[in-house]
């Protein structure tokens, strides 16, 4: 199983960018996939997460400025990540699990994360 995050990096304060997480491994539509995040001294904080049948839900520190995505023909789930603000910068994580959760003990599967920098 792999979980491949991709697409962090250094921006504005302001900017977008979007995250992606290729999977391999795993039946892709079986799962609900989230994403969660975490900056140093911190716990992981849940972000965003989309299920099979096609539900979300989105944290309340980020709603209505990022979404949640999956696309199953490409096994890849995506985070775009707009107006951003440097309280966003963290390590990103996507991750698999068998229920709509914000809990990250409901999911099973981890990407090793990708590096989000805002700028002020």
């Known amino acids: 199983v792999q979980l491949q995050a991709s697409g962090g990096g250094l921006v504005q304060a302001g900017g977008s960018l979007r995250l992606s997480c290729a999977t391999s491994?795993?039946?892709?539509?079986?799962?609900?996939w989230a994403w969660f995040r975490r900056n140093p001294g911190n716990e992981r904080e849940f972000v965003g997460a989309?299920?099979?049948?096609?539900?979300?839900m989105i944290a309340d520190s980020v709603k209505d400025r990022f979404t949640v995505s999956s696309d199953n023909a490409e096994n890849t789930v995506y985070l775009q990540m707009n107006s951003l603000k440097p309280e966003d910068t963290a390590v990103y994580y996507c991750?698999?699990?068998?229920?709509?959760?914000?809990?990250?003990?409901?999911?099973?599967?981890w990407g090793q994360g990708t590096l989000v920098t805002v700028s002020s």
């Open positions: 991750a698999a699990g068998r229920m709509l959760s914000a809990t990250p003990r409901r999911y099973s599967h």
């Open positions: 491994g795993l039946d892709f539509s079986a799962y609900t």
């Open positions: 989309t299920s099979s049948s096609g539900s979300t």
